[in-house]
């Protein structure tokens, strides 16, 4: 069975610095793409980042990255200058083949500090 | 582009009356909808698939005769609470699948928070 593992409940990181979120997932699918959610207080869940599982090249979307590590099943977040409005949940996410059904972790809160 | 609206944002009932939350895809056709649940500080729990044209599949332990779904259209799913009881109060997300799209993203509606009383 698919499973999606947020190991960090919470996390802090000071405005301006750099802050990793892990994810990390179980799937023998071998094509397959993953997102990485944001939900701030308001609670709409906005996309952050998507990767597709072939392509070797890690996505990025201005200050988010991934590190993509198929291999070891692992997509964990990298945000660069942090910024307070990046406080929020961020959920990964990975989308079950033929259900399109979300399979989701359970979140890592992010405050940033000022 | 891709924004899914719900309505309403906000609603209060008394325990045993119905209530009705409206899933609209607003500038895409969305043949796919997913209904979740969402309590404080968790994460979204899905609740059923809604395909348009057809019955909805949900999830296990999901009662289908207390949260009935119906996916009359490809821009509109609606999810109706019956016989509500304070153990029903949670925050219901809907979210779409476009149509035409591969890559498997869902576009989520604000939500609607359910009190009952």
């Not at chain 1, 998507?50 to 977040?77: G, I, P």
């Not at chain 2, 609206?5 to 325990?15: A, D, T, Y």
């Not at chain 2, 997913?34 to 500080?41: D, E």
């Amino acid at each position: 069975a698919q499973t999606v593992t947020q190991s960090q409940p919470e996390m802090s990181v000071q405005e301006a610095e750099t802050v990793t979120l892990s994810c990390t997932y179980d799937t023998s699918e071998s094509d397959y793409y993953l997102f990485w959610y944001k939900q701030p207080p308001s609670r709409q869940m906005i996309l952050v980042i998507r990767q597709e599982a072939y392509k070797q090249q890690n996505a990025t979307e201005n200050r988010f990255s991934v590190n993509f590590q198929k291999a070891a099943k692992s997509f964990s977040l990298k945000i660069s200058d942090s910024q307070l409005g990046d406080a929020a949940m961020y959920f990964c996410a990975y989308p079950t083949s033929g259900t399109y059904k979300y399979i989701f972790g359970t979140g890592t809160r992010l405050k940033v500090l000022a | 582009g891709a924004v899914v609206s719900q309505h309403p944002s906000w609603v209060i009932c008394k325990s045993g009356t119905s209530v009705k939350i409206e899933c609209r895809s607003l500038d895409f056709q969305a043949t796919t909808m997913f209904w979740y649940r969402q309590f404080p500080k968790q994460s979204l729990m899905l609740m059923a698939t809604s395909n348009e044209g057809s019955k909805a599949t949900y999830e296990q332990g999901v009662e289908k005769d207390k949260f009935l779904i119906n996916h009359a259209s490809l821009t509109l799913s609606t999810l109706t609470v019956t016989s509500a009881h304070p153990e029903d109060s949670s925050f219901y997300i809907c979210s779409a699948r476009r149509t035409s799209d591969i890559s498997y993203e869902q576009y989520f509606g604000p939500g609607t928070r359910l009190t009952v009383t």
